[in-house]
């Protein structure tokens, strides 16, 4: 499509670069969108990092993927949001006039609210999928960089990862509400950590395309 439109950045999970979410990337183009969909390890290892029908449960699997998700940190997701922020931005199709919007999976959940943190004048908007991390009791929890944001929120929780931890949404919650921005926080019945890419092995279809849905709601209004 020829014109301009805002910016999505997009963190994949801890499967990284792969077709699914080459799929999902090209779907939200196809909606009105400008989208960068990122290799996480891209320091350590071009993608696909992992197979094309992932399962954690492999041990192998996990293992390899768990060495390169130690290779992340804090520090260089803020070096990495700089560095993608900035190239979106220097895309011809990019609307700079409108704000940008940026989506997180699993692991890439904390990225999102660290982009959000570090560009709250660029970001507009931003969605979580069964994020993980978001709210903890270490000094870099994701949550603590809430009052630093301007961004409009998405927060979607898989149902087991709540009766894991059920105080998470009311951190968030809390947080967002003392700094007064606007978040959608809800627990998605029936779901499984992981549930919305279309390759998972939890994939729950009614309840990604619910999601999906609620993020599309979000870019509208968020991103005018």
């Known amino acids: 499509m020829k014109g301009k439109y805002p910016a999505v950045l997009i963190w994949p999970d ?83 006039k409108r704000k940008m919007g940026t989506t997180g999976y699993c692991m890439g959940g904390p990225f999102v609210f660290r982009t959000a943190a570090a560009f709250p004048d660029r970001v507009g908007a931003g969605a979580t999928f069964h994020g993980g991390g978001l709210a903890t009791d270490k000094p870099e929890s994701p949550h603590l960089l809430i009052p630093k944001m301007k961004a409009h929120f998405l927060i979607a929780i898989a149902e087991n990862d709540d009766q894991r931890e059920p105080e998470v949404k009311n951190i968030l919650r ?21 549930w919305c890419p279309p390759d998972s092995a939890v994939y729950n279809a009614e309840q990604a395309e619910k999601a999906w849905g609620r993020m599309m709601v979000l870019f509208k209004t968020a991103l005018a």
């Open 14 to 96: 801890i499967f990284g670069l792969r077709p699914a979410f080459r799929q999902m990337g090209k779907r939200l183009a196809e909606s009105g969108y400008t989208v960068l969909v990122i290799n996480p390890f891209y320091r350590t290892q071009k993608a696909p990092t992992a197979p094309e029908h992932p399962d954690f449960n492999d041990p192998a699997t996990r293992q390899g993927l768990m060495s390169l998700a130690g290779t992340l940190s804090p520090a260089t997701a803020l070096t990495d949001a700089t560095a993608f922020v900035a190239y979106l931005d220097g895309q011809p199709s990019v609307d700079r």
């Open 174 to 194: 809390d947080s967002f509400a003392k700094a007064h921005l606007p978040a959608e926080i809800e627990v998605y019945a029936g779901t499984k950590h992981g």
